[in-house]
Every structure is written in structure tokens, then in C-alpha cells.
């Protein structure tokens, strides 16, 4: 690969006509316009902020693992592996932010040394191939799929999605209007050529009409939410040449991306290091990589997206909790430096994950009838997408496939086994009216002949006595 | 007062009718109901929640200062006034959640710890006046209020708001096509006769209609920013008859509440203590009290609407930072209790405010013509809201009053103080395409004949500096 200098690289392509009506109305805040005074001898009776002296936290400090081999950061050698991270109380090295910058209002964008932070590894990681990209701290994948969601899209528009989905994004998805357009997938993900095919005959359907061609395909391109699919790297070039031909954005949900199991010819490129026109937007977690708890991650995007995304994430979270950031910011920025994060990615995350989906998966193979229950074996993530040949089952085509997969549903509960309803990820709407709540009487969509399985949380006995579980409730069920 | 015991008072009026097109699609999380079945020998492979052993992080802790007097957990003798709060690692005596726990994903309401504190609080402090009502913890309150406009009103609403209002709430309206209908307001803030009069009139001008007759107002009722008025209690009672009589639900925005100058007569009782029916949305923050930082903030509301702020929680931030949420439960729960943390509010918080209050009052009396400049003293918050007289301008009627506004604001910055333009919160539609980031020359509303004023941050030989140099400011530009 020929690597260009950032200054060679093209701008963003103009995308303004994709900002919604919503977003279209944001304007900055005029409170933060008078940030520019505050030089010189000026004295502000402007802003709103809080006195320091009334915040009583004068420390905060959490104790880290280290990341492996190579940190030079390990302070206490005696306790072997892991380190104290204090936010400092005062600005002194000017690498991260004091206490009392963490816990004051700071803006939209985030933390800056976290901020650079998540900069940097992007600019290492993804390489993206346009020049004007930016980073902006989130509060999650989750939220960030909201605002790019209200960036992008109106009330009566449709939305491209990989036909199981993560049912959060159908929640988010289906209040605003919105409407799912789902695209089969296979093994690798999303079809390209379903994809095409979709965008290509736009309008054979009554309500299908030029205005309201799709601009924006929802994607979970690593380890994916339920099927635990991974688009290959030609995969992955098909989506993209797809989404310069018909002008798609493309929001790239990716936080199992460093959840990949082999990386011997190097990283997944995403969709993002792909991108040369500035139409991919990256959402990037810690919720997969540190914890969930944290509610932080964040964002890449051209720099016209990220103005609104920052403008909206004003007027609702304000910013990511400075309690997180400053921790996050003090360990990642302060210790562990960027190598020692790629190396607890690679080294600790990562083969978690691999040691416990082969061992899930060699269950699975040794306890479960594969004639019966089949799976693609995930290269990423954390889920096993099983797939339930019902057409095998005596009274296959005398009731609804369904009705058969709620019967063995059910037999995996008596069996004391509980695997997710594959219905739950359906992108077609569900029926009105309908207690989701009841999963022991209710299954709907035929063709999600599906159960969803994490190998992510379970320990190994226990994933052990599961897999055996699922076997004999699949046998019991398929028996009658 | 007669003390009703709580299943003597009434359950909350149904509100049903009120609950957007938005709102009304939503639906609880289908994953979530999988949790029932996690009893006896149940195994999962059923939730996505990822490994704790890939959390870096095994201890929390922040040292704090204590509250005052009467607090019992004061460990560490030598360094009097702080303590240190440690996050357990492990759930030991059940009181506050283990540092695993907090890191997990944990549910839309917040962490229970916490929660049932805030609950607790306001049971104690605002003794709500019907049986039903809940909490839910929040990101803060300007999240809270996207969340509580998502929750009741559709684009193309109206919503009634006080004359002058906090710049983000208008910036929230706006780009999600509602429209504020500002109501007068006087030194104790919304003036009832004229929200009556609204009301009453609704239909006299051509674009009102039964259908849009205002259904919701977004109150600040104490120190409101930027008038710093407070209600006082007549005026909450009048407020609250008009709610009960147009059927208004009131969304109370309160995070000065904690910031009463006078409390000899008790604090002032909220809205949602005078509320009967479930009307009320209140929004309480941390980051006025606690620091803005923490991004956490709790609201209380019935429990039809909470169901519905809780789902729209668990697509967007999901839940609190865990980081934020445990060391706050650490701190308030295990260490300050109710006693402690309202002795922090009222000895600490308040006390802080209120000196700063007076002094720049006393600043404002000695250095600036009180024949220019006016002001109500405020008992609450931080702001004061300086009138100027521009009708004692020498060229008044020349020019507009926009125009000496602006020259004014420019007098200001010459002299090195800034104040916030009072055009920031008028709440009249601003002027398309305006550059609103050049408020050195611009000024729009001859109605924003004021100034902002805070006396939070500013040490005190800045605001008496501050205040020499607005008098000689509105001299000289009164003297053109
Ligand atoms: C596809 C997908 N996106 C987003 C999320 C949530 O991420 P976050 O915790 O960053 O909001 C998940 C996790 O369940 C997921 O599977
Ligand atoms: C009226 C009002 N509401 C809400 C806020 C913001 O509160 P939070 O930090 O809880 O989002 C402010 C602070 O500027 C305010 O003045």
C-alpha cells in the first residue's frame, strides 16, 4: 500500500444535502461564543459555571491492570501487574486534565487528551483516507446511533439493515418514524448483491419512490449483533463501491471490531479506512473493550457530520461523564500509552473471547445434533447464531416453524438452558399489540429459525453443561 | 400540615392522551424479559454482557470532603473534612453495588443504590402529594429534557416557557419543530395572569387551534437562569391551579433549587410537592449541588411516564456512567446519608452561593448607577439579571434599543468584563441565517434590554473589579 501524507489526501466529499430537518436547525450555542473574550485581562460575570469549591471530590484514583509487557508505567512493583491511576488535582504535565476540569463543564467534544487519544489510534488503526475526519467523544454505540440517526434521517424515511439486527437499533429505529429495509446476509454479513439489488429496483414498489430512496445503511460489518458474521475484506470493498454508486452514508457499528480472533495478516481493514469520500461514520466503544459502565466512546466522521453530532450532544448528555473520562483519560493517555492499549486489545480482550468461543463452539459440536442445530463459526465477537433445521422435525409443514421454535424454546427452559429468541432480532415489524414480554408464548417471523447463543459471560463449566442442556432439549424437541 | 399516610393519597390522573406519537411506539426492550428465568439452575448464553474479567479496572476510589458536622464515617482523623470512598469490589453488606457491578451493563433506571437515595431524598424533601410517583436516574437535566419533550410532544406543538430562558432549552425545541410560547415573566418569574390569559385566549390568532392549545410549560422556578427569580409560594400555587384547570403537565427544571439564599422559613416547596395528580415532571441535577461532571441527574414523574423516559434511556445513553453512579452511591449512601448530604447542601452548597450573591450584589450598589442598571435581588441560583435603562440613553429613540445594547456590550468588553447579552435568552425566533457567533456586532430583540451577571465563579476581587468596570462601562456608553 502507498502511503500518502494526510495533505495528499482528497476532502470530504459535500453531504449537506443528507443533513435531516432536524439537524438542519441546529445552530451553535451562542452561549459558547463568548469563549473567544476570555484573553488578556478580562474578567467573565458570563458563564454559567459552577464554583470548583463546592465539588467535594479532591481525589479520584482506580487501580489497573497494566497493560501487558512493555509498560513502563508499573509504579508499584511488588504488586505485580497492576497500577494506581490518579487523576491529578492539578494541571501539571498538561498530558490529561485535572480533577476540577474533569468535573466542570467542558463541551460537546470530550475530554481533549482522551479525545487525541482516540484520535490518534483511529489515525493508526484505520488509516482513514480523507482528510477532514474528526473524533467526538460519546456516551456509547447506542447513543451515537441515535444522533447520527437524527443527523441523517427523517420521520418517513427508510434505513438499510442487515436482516437480524440488534434490537436496540430497531427500538431506536421504529419510534422515530423510520423504516427498516432489511438485506439477507449470509456468513460474511450483509449481501452485496441483495444490497444492489434493493437500491437498483427502488420504485417497483407502490411505496417506493425516488425521494425516498435510502441514504443510509445501518451496518454491523465485525462480529455481528446477533449473527456473529464478519465481512471479509472483499466483502467489505463490494459494500463500499455499493455505497459510492448509489450515495449511501454508511454508519459503521463496530464494537466488537478488536473482538477479532485471527489478526495474523493484520487487522479487519473497516469500512472507515475504506472510506474516501467522508461518507462512513465510525462508532467506536469502550463498552466491549474496558466495560460497559464506562458509557463512553466515540465517533468519526467528516468534520461537517461532527459539528451537528456535537452540536446535538450539547443539547442532550452535554458531554460523556468526566468521571469516566478522567479515568480513561489517566490510564490510557497517563499509563498505558497507546501501545499498551493495542496490547491489551490483542492480548487480553481479544483471546479471551477466542479461548471462550472455541470452547463453546467444541461444546456445541460434541453435545448438539449439527443435523439439528448448525452454526458458521464466528470469526469475531461474542455471539453464535444457531441455526434450527426445523424442516427435519417430524411435524415440519403441520404447524408454523414458529410454532416449533417456540416448542423447543421452551424445552431449553425446562432443561434450564436459556438461549435468546432468534424473532427478537427480526427487522420486520412486529405484530401490534403483541406481548413481547410473554417469550414462553410468543414467536413470531417464520423464518427466524434462529436462537442466538454468547459464549462472552458464561464460565466454562457452565457453557459446558449449557451446550449439553441445548442437546438434549433439542433431541426431546425434534423427538415429538 | 396533616400528614397523609401514602396509601391514603391519590394515584396519579391518567395521562395517557398526553404521550407523543414518538413515545407511544416505543416498547420495552424484548431482551430485558429474558431475565425472569434467571432463577435455580438457569444457565444464559442468552445476554450479550461481556466478560468482567476483561475490565482493567479493580478498585474505585476518590477521597471527598466530609459533610458536615454529625457524619460518622469520618475514617481517617488526621486529615480532618475528607474521607475516602471506596467502590467494594465485592457486594458485601448490600448497600452500595460492587465495582463489577457498576461496570456492567445495568438498566435504564440507574444503579438501585443510588436511585433508592434520590428517592429517599425526595420523599423527604418534596413529600409528593400522590401515591404513584417514581425515580429514574438521568444524564442531567438537559438530557432530561430532550427526553421529557420526546416523551409528550410531537413537531408541530407548542410549549409554554417563561419569557427569558436557559439557551439550551430553546435549542433543544427548535430543530425538533416546537414552538415556545413565552409567557411574561416578573421578579418571582412566569406571571399567572398571563399564562392565563394564553390559555383563556388560545384560538384568537389564527394559527392557534383547539388541537394545538398547549398541552405541556417548562418551568425554572427557583433562581432561574437568567432572571434569577424565584416563586414564591402563592405564585407555585397559582401556577399549579392554572395547571390543574388547562390541564397542563409542567415539566420543573430545578437545578438551583438547593441554591436558596433564605431558608429560616424552610426551603421553598417545589412544584412537584404542590402536585396532586401527577402532573409534574421534576428534574433534579447533580451538577450544580455535586459537580457537572458527575453527568448524572434524577427525575421524578408518574409511573406511566417513567415507564416510557426509562425505554427511551435504554436506546440512548443506556444508563449513567458506572464510574459517576459509584463513587456518587459510594459517597452518598455509604459514607454522607440523607443527614450528611443535606447538610452539604444546606451548609456548603447554599452557603457558598449565597455569600457570592451578596457580595456582588454589594459590588454591583457601590461601583454601577443604579438609575442605568437595575436588578431584583435574587434568592436563589446564581445569576443576576441586570436592566438597563436604555430609555435614559441620551440618544434613546435615535436608535434602536438593540443598537445602545450592543454598544453597551462593546463599553463592557473594552473595559474587561463580560456579561452574557440578554438577546442569548430571548425566546423569540432568531433571524434566519443570522451569524450568532458574532455577538460583537450583533443584537437582535429591543425587548433584551439586559445583562447576565453570575456571581458563581468570579473570586471576589474579580467581581469587585468587574463591577468597577461595568460602572465605568455604562457611564461612558451612557454618555455618547
Ligand atoms: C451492535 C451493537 N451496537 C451497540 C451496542 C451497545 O454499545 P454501547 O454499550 O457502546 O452503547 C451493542 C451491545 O450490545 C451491540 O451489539
Ligand atoms: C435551567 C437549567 N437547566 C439545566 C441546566 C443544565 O443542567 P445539567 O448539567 O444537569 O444538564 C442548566 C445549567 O446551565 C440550567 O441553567
Excluded at 77 to 98: F, H, Q, Y
Excluded at 229 to 255: F, K, S, V, Y
Excluded at 319 to 332: H, R, T
Aim: with cysteine; net charge negative.
Amino acid at each position: 500500500m502507498v502511503v500518502q501524507s494526510v495533505s495528499e489526501l482528497p476532502l470530504a466529499k459535500d453531504f449537506s444535502s443528507f443533513i435531516s430537518v432536524e439537524a438542519s436547525a441546529r445552530k451553535k450555542s451562542p452561549l459558547k461564543s463568548l469563549l473567544v473574550f476570555m484573553k488578556g485581562n478580562m474578567i467573565s460575570l458570563g458563564g454559567g459555571l459552577p464554583h470548583p469549591s463546592t465539588f467535594p471530590f479532591t481525589e479520584l484514583s482506580s487501580v489497573v491492570k497494566s497493560a501487558p509487557a512493555g509498560t513502563t508505567a508499573l509504579k508499584d512493583t511488588k504488586k505485580e501487574n497492576i497500577e494506581t491511576v490518579s487523576v491529578p488535582l492539578d494541571p501539571t504535565d498538561g498530558k490529561v486534565e485535572s480533577l476540577a476540569a474533569s468535573l466542570q463543564y467542558g463541551g460537546g467534544l470530550g475530554m481533549p487528551s482522551l479525545r487525541n487519544f482516540c484520535k490518534t489510534h483511529i489515525e493508526s488503526m484505520h488509516k482513514p483516507q480523507y482528510q477532514d475526519w474528526e473524533v467526538i467523544m460519546t456516551c456509547g454505540n447506542t447513543d451515537s446511533f441515535t444522533k447520527a440517526l437524527a443527523l441523517l434521517l427523517n420521520r418517513g424515511d427508510y434505513i438499510l439493515i442487515e436482516k437480524w439486527a440488534y434490537p436496540t437499533a430497531m427500538e431506536t429505529i421504529e419510534p422515530l418514524g423510520i423504516t427498516a429495509v432489511p438485506i439477507p446476509v449470509d456468513g460474511e454479513g450483509i449481501c452485496p448483491k441483495a444490497l444492489r439489488q434493493t437500491l437498483d429496483n427502488w420504485g417497483s414498489e407502490p411505496h417506493q419512490t425516488p425521494e425516498n430512496k435510502p441514504r443510509v445503511a445501518y451496518l454491523v460489518p465485525t462480529g455481528q449483533n446477533p449473527t456473529g458474521a464478519t465481512m471479509g475484506l472483499q466483502r467489505r470493498r463490494d459494500i463500499m463501491a455499493i455505497a459510492q454508486q448509489h450515495n449511501l452514508i454508511i454508519i459503521e457499528d463496530d464494537p466488537y471490531y478488536y473482538l477479532q480472533f485471527s489478526i495474523d495478516d493484520g487487522w479487519m481493514p473497516s469500512l472507515l479506512s475504506l472510506d474516501t469520500d467522508g461518507r462512513v461514520i465510525r462508532l467506536d466503544s469502550f463498552s466491549k473493550t474496558l466495560a460497559p459502565g464506562c458509557r463512553v466512546g466515540y465517533a468519526t466522521m467528516n468534520k461537517q457530520f461532527r459539528e451537528y453530532f456535537q452540536f446535538h450532544t450539547e443539547v442532550t448528555v452535554q458531554q460523556p461523564s468526566g468521571f469516566s473520562q478522567a479515568v480513561l483519560a489517566e490510564m490510557l493517555v497517563g499509563h498505558w500509552g497507546q501501545e499498551g492499549y493495542t496490547r491489551y486489545l490483542t492480548e487480553r480482550v481479544r483471546i479471551e473471547y477466542l479461548n471462550r468461543s472455541k470452547f463453546l463452539q467444541s461444546c456445541l459440536r460434541k453435545y448438539v445434533n449439527s443435523e439439528l442445530i448448525s452454526f458458521v463459526e464466528p470469526s469475531a465477537g461474542m455471539f453464535i447464531w444457531l441455526k434450527v433445521h426445523v424442516e427435519k422435525h417430524p411435524r415440519h409443514g403441520q404447524v408454523t416453524d414458529s410454532a416449533l421454535m417456540l416448542e423447543l424454546f421452551n424445552a431449553c427452559i425446562a432443561e434450564d438452558v436459556l438461549l435468546t429468541p432468534g424473532w427478537q432480532f427480526s427487522t420486520k415489524p412486529k405484530p401490534q399489540n403483541a406481548d413481547l414480554s410473554k417469550v414462553q408464548e410468543f414467536w413470531f417471523d417464520d423464518e427466524a429459525t434462529f436462537l442466538r447463543a454468547t459464549f462472552a459471560y458464561a464460565d466454562f463449566p457452565q457453557m459446558e453443561k449449557a451446550a449439553q442442556s441445548l442437546g438434549v432439549a433439542v433431541t426431546k424437541a425434534f423427538a415429538a
